[in-house]
T-cell receptor, first 114, second 110 residues
Framework: DSGVTQTPKHLITATGQRVTLRCSPRSGDLSVYWYQQSLDQGLQFLIQYYNGEERAKGNILERFSAQQFPDLHSELNLSSLELGDSALYFC?????????????FGSGTQLSVL | QQPVQSPQAVILREGEDAVINCSSSKALYSVHWYRQKHGEAPVFLMILLKGGEQKGHDKISASFNEKKQQSSLYLTASQLSYSGTYFCGTAIQGAQKLVFGQGTRLTINP
């Protein structure tokens, strides 16, 4: 158990809908990262937050948005869903904001868009 | 900006050695290595920082050639438990984000 909690574990929805994925980092970790993993694909970096502020952005679609709340949990919002958004979404956390610390990954949210 | 891993897949017999390479076109600040088993989350293996570092624990080690912007992961006397997909993640100088390669699928057969 990495200490990073993601909910829900599975999400099935229809095209055009909006969903929210939630992540609670390890106790004491200030950074949260979001990654998308499509079938047999690598981990695509979406966005990083540190202590409530956006720190780095990857190839995140405009239909996607995220935020980190004062209690440090983070939410990834996906709207106007398309079939191609079906993927495993991972959240990871680390203590500080730099890229030189190990990431602890949650078990992921499997999103299926039908 | 995404690092390139090679090979894409490796099949070994238990006890054989493997090398997985990771290269970048950008100057790297650090290289991470993670292993992901099927249906599970990636798990941290090690981080190497610029300066030509080499690290290792047990029979898994890695090197980082800063000048060539390359890192290699070495698995010696492989065990069945080493099976999985290995990802390298790279952070370039001046950037905060950690970007992962496409992964190398390692299969260890008895």
């Amino acid at each position: 158990d990495s200490g990073v909690t993601q909910t829900p574990k599975h999400l099935i929805t229809a095209t055009g809908q909006r969903v929210t994925l939630r992540c609670s980092p390890r106790s004491g970790d200030l950074s949260v990262y979001w990654y998308q993993q499509s079938l047999d694909q690598g981990l695509q970096f979406l966005i990083q937050y540190y202590n409530g502020e956006e720190r780095a952005k990857g190839n995140i679609l405009e239909r996607f948005s995220a935020q980190q709340f004062p209690d440090l949990h983070s939410e990834l919002n996906l709207s106007s869903l398309e079939l191609g958004d079906s993927a495993l979404y991972f959240c990871a956390s680390s203590i500080n904001r730099g890229p030189n610390e190990k990431l602890f990954f949650g078990s992921g949210t499997q999103l299926s868009v039908l | 900006q995404q690092p390139v891993q090679s090979p894409q897949a490796v099949i070994l017999r238990e006890g054989e050695d493997a090398v997985i390479n990771c290269s970048s076109s950008k100057a790297l600040y650090s290289v991470h290595w993670y292993r992901q088993k099927h249906g599970e989350a990636p798990v941290f293996l090690m981080i190497l920082l610029k300066g030509g570092e080499q690290k290792g624990h047990d029979k898994i080690s890695a090197s980082f050639n800063e000048k060539k912007q390359q890192s290699s992961l070495y698995l010696t006397a492989s065990q069945l438990s080493y099976s999985g997909t290995y990802f390298c993640g790279t952070a370039i100088q001046g950037a905060q984000k950690l970007v992962f390669g496409q992964g190398t699928r390692l299969t260890i057969n008895p």
